[in-house]
């Protein structure tokens, strides 16, 4: 165990809850070449998470956090961290690693969605976002990586439905893809207003949101929020109208429309539909 | 320092209303803005600005050497290809762009640069950020260079502390005993002997005694009690020491050290920054945990407005070898890259400035969707109203070098 870990788990009372987790998707010793489990499995729930991340766990928490199960396995004089995050539903797990995943390298021997450089992987499957962390790069170390995450994911049955289904096709830049569930995701793209300003979370709404080109092949920003009814969607545009950022200009308001222009002179729009608001952001022109 | 709290809240306010006004958006703002990552589950309600004694760092006079130092907005940006290949630095290549960043930014040789800066006398600590080591992390071997430097020019070896905030973390980035002899290697955070408690036998954190109550960054009515993310107040002050209103600074920086160099790690924070004023501004108080939903960025101004810190600070390395555009604050391999630079400034908010600036164009060319909303720069400009450093990037030098 690293200094660091060593020194988050002490913080986090050795994460030592009985409860096994996910540890039954562990590979067991021998499974994958090399590899020796070492350590018990540190399980973490809630707000346990900041004793993990450090810095990152909004991210989790905000999408939907379950649990963490870790193990911890020794590999050719190093350490690999493999963490299981078990998420509320698998849009939750896909969110997490949309985030994070950035160019997508995978390898074609695992099948899940994933991705992997030199000394970390991270994949997706159903409620589970998986990463498996070496510490250095080492001979060896890809692979082990692949076989400890694989082997961890075959446990798990697939999703079905694509939580990104609601996401337009047409004009959208690949890996753009996000899902947003309140104002830690909702900032990664665009800045609305203070606090839960969409009211993902006070619906238990989800958006999802794409980089977009337009007909002159400039980018922009599109969200749409798609609400439990048509009157929660309205409560929602209406907290956006209500309380739009300042650094955001109002240049059209109307029932179910408001147009605004940036600081930067970029503009954007918040439309009503029926149950669903859309944004958008980071237009050239007005839309 | 005498603990009166005259409030900078209406300075504060001001101090957004003129960066609005600046950019013409002639918005009038009411209250003030959380500028860190939002609250989770906060509702649309803008919290009142929260009261801090920045009004009692700012009453007292600067020093000779306060921040922004001898050169305002002056940035020298240091870059050579070979300093990193395969991931492996050259000590060599790395040392050589010390030399060139530290004289082209004084103007001066190695030498009339250290008088310029430092005295035989002086005690230094050299600031590094191991967090995210090995991978993100100050290169020891830039510590190398710096510490060439300051024995060079007659700097005793024992006046030279590198120093974090967290002294179980700063082996696994490099900084052993083994690696510098010689050199005092200190967290103002430690654990018991066994290296196995924050606590002692009594139940007290060990590290109390290494933070001076005298000296302090206030918050009003922001506590370490019941702060998201931490399981319970013992796993807080576990990690925080302190749970009050209260941030001390650590005594090694209120007490021991006459100059700091600070190095930090090139990596972004959300749509922020990690790097000079964060490297800081987070690790020379305590009881920081409390703060980062309120308060984020402007800790990083304010900490660094502290006598303590403002006059001792003479230069700002940003270690840009190895970076990370996406993800971070956390390691994430799949948004690490070779950057090959080095930042030089005596003024360390002009050195986040270009850096901020440079992080976004580089998220932007990876395709990453970014934010510009000003409140993730807010707080340099803040810094200039304060006369701590310059942020209008107009005002900026920025100078391109070799090694």
């Not at chain 1, 209500?242 to 600081?263: K, Q, W």
């Not at chain 2, 391999?333 to 360390?348: G, I, K, R």
């Amino acid at each position: 165990m690293s200094a660091a870990a060593a020194l988050l788990a002490l913080a986090v009372g050795a994460g030592g809850e009985a409860a096994a987790g996910d540890a039954a998707l562990f590979p067991a010793d021998g499974v994958v070449a090399g590899c020796t489990r070492t350590g018990a499995v540190e399980i973490y729930t809630g707000s346990e998470l900041y004793g993990l991340i450090d810095g990152g766990a909004e991210l989790f928490l905000e999408l939907g956090f379950v649990r963490t199960t870790v193990q911890r396995y020794a590999f050719a004089g190093q350490e690999i961290s493999l963490e299981l995050y078990r998420m509320r539903d698998p849009a939750a797990a896909l969110g997490v690693y949309l985030m994070k995943c950035g160019r997508e390298t995978p390898d074609r021997s695992l099948p899940a969605r994933h991705t992997v450089g030199r000394v970390q992987l991270q994949l997706v499957k159903a409620e589970l976002y998986i990463a498996a962390t070496g510490e250095k790069v080492a001979d060896g170390l890809r692979g082990a990586l692949l076989g400890l995450a694989g082997a961890a994911a075959g446990g798990v049955a697939a999703a079905g439905a694509d939580p990104l289904a609601a996401l337009p096709r047409v004009g959208l830049v690949a890996g753009s893809e996000r899902l947003i569930r309140g104002p830690y995701t909702l900032q990664a793209i665009v800045t609305l207003g203070d606090g839960d300003v969409l009211q993902l979370q006070a619906n238990a709404a989800t958006a999802v949101a794409g980089e977009y080109l337009d007909p002159d092949g400039a980018r922009f920003s599109r969200i749409l929020a798609d609400y439990p009814t048509a009157e929660a969607a309205a409560r929602a545009f209406a907290s956006v109208r209500d309380n739009l950022d300042p650094y955001l200009t109002p240049i059209e308001r109307s029932a179910g429309r408001v147009v605004f222009r940036d600081h930067a002179g970029r503009f954007g729009a918040v439309v009503l539909a029926g149950a669903r608001v859309e944004v958008q952001a980071n237009r050239l022109a007005a839309p | 320092m005498a603990r009166s709290y005259t409030s900078m809240d209406s300075a504060w306010r001001m101090h957004r209303r003129e960066f609005l006004h600046a950019l013409g958006t002639g918005t009038a703002v009411a209250g003030g803005l959380v500028l860190g990552v939002p609250t989770f589950g906060q509702d649309t309600k803008v919290p009142p600005p929260v009261e801090t004694n920045i009004a009692d760092f700012m009453k007292v006079p600067k020093g000779p050497h306060a921040i922004p130092g001898p050169f305002p907005g002056r940035v020298v940006e240091v870059t050579d290809r070979r300093s990193l290949v395969d991931d492996k630095v050259d000590a060599a290549v790395v040392a050589a762009m010390f030399a060139k960043g530290v004289t082209t930014l004084t103007g001066k040789s190695m030498k009339k640069s250290f008088k310029k800066l430092f005295t035989p006398e002086d005690v230094v600590g050299l600031k590094v950020n191991p967090v995210g080591a090995p991978h993100i992390s100050t290169t020891p071997e830039l510590v190398d260079a710096v510490i060439s430097w300051l024995v060079d020019n007659g700097l005793p070896k024992k006046n030279i502390v590198i120093w974090d905030r967290f002294a179980p973390m700063l082996p696994a980035a490099g900084y052993t005993a083994e690696r510098f002899p010689g050199i005092a290697i200190e967290g103002l955070q430690t654990m018991d002997e066994e290296g196995s408690s924050w606590r002692n036998a009594a139940g007290k954190h060990v590290s109390i005694p290494n933070f001076d109550q005298e000296v302090f960054y206030f918050a009003k009515g922001i506590v370490g009690k019941g702060v998201r993310g931490y399981k319970d107040d013992e796993y807080y002050e576990n990690q925080h020491v302190f749970t009050g209103e209260y941030s001390y600074f650590g005594k090694l920086v209120t007490q021991r050290l006459t100059k700091i160099v600070n190095l930090a790690a090139y990596k972004n924070t959300g749509n922020g920054i990690s790097m000079a004023t964060k490297n800081l501004g987070y690790a020379a108080i305590c009881n920081t945990g409390r703060l980062h939903a309120p308060l984020f960025f402007r800790v990083c101004t304010e900490v660094l407005a502290a006598p303590t810190v403002r006059d001792k600070l003479v230069l700002n390395v940003t270690d840009g070898l190895r970076a990370q555009y996406d993800g971070g604050p956390d390691v994430n391999e799949q948004f690490l890259y070779a950057n090959h630079s080095l930042y030089f400034a005596t003024d360390p908010f002009a050195a986040d400035m270009v850096c901020h600036r440079q992080l976004v164009a580089k998220r932007k060319a990876m395709g990453v969707t970014v934010n510009e909303h000003p409140r993730f720069t807010e707080y340099l400009h803040y810094a200039e109203t304060l006369g701590l450093g310059v942020a209008d990037p107009a005002r900026i030098t920025h100078v391109l070098a070799s090694a």
